[in-house]
Nanobody, 115 residues
Framework: QVQLVESGGGLVQPGGSLRLSCAVS????????MGWYRQAPGKQRELVAV???????NYADSVKGRFTISRDIARNTVYLQMNSLKPEDTAVYYC?????????WGQGTQVTVSS
């Protein structure tokens, strides 16, 4: 069974940076696309960054130019570098297969952007 464990969230001031990690077990991240999703209070979960099987990256318009998704195949870990954070980036962040999200969701990691 695939297990997803997200970490690296926290409280940061506007304009700050965070780096999220997603350790994956039970499946190779290089076997398919992986993505970072987020869910803000009262909103639906949205896909914000994708890295394809071939290593191509795509981003939602709301994070383009500020977020960078990457992966370490040897560590079977996916990362999300978040720069120039805004209050509207506040959400619980999850990783999962992308774009389908068909693995069982992990617990996520809370990111709060506030002064």
């Amino acid at each position: 069974q695939v297990q997803l464990v997200e970490s690296g969230g926290g409280l940061v001031q506007p304009g700050g940076s965070l780096r999220l990690s997603c350790a994956v077990s039970g499946s190779m991240i290089s076997a398919g696309g992986m993505g970072w999703y987020r869910q803000a209070p009262g909103k639906q979960r949205e896909l914000v960054a994708v890295i394809t099987r071939g290593g191509i990256t795509n981003y939602a318009d709301s994070v383009k130019g500020r977020f960078t998704i990457s992966r370490d195949i040897a560590r079977n870990t996916v990362y999300l570098q978040m720069n120039s954070l805004k209050p509207e980036d506040t959400a619980v962040y999850y990783c999962n297969a992308a774009p389908t999200g068909y693995y069982r969701w992990g617990q996520g990691t809370q990111v709060t952007v506030s002064s």
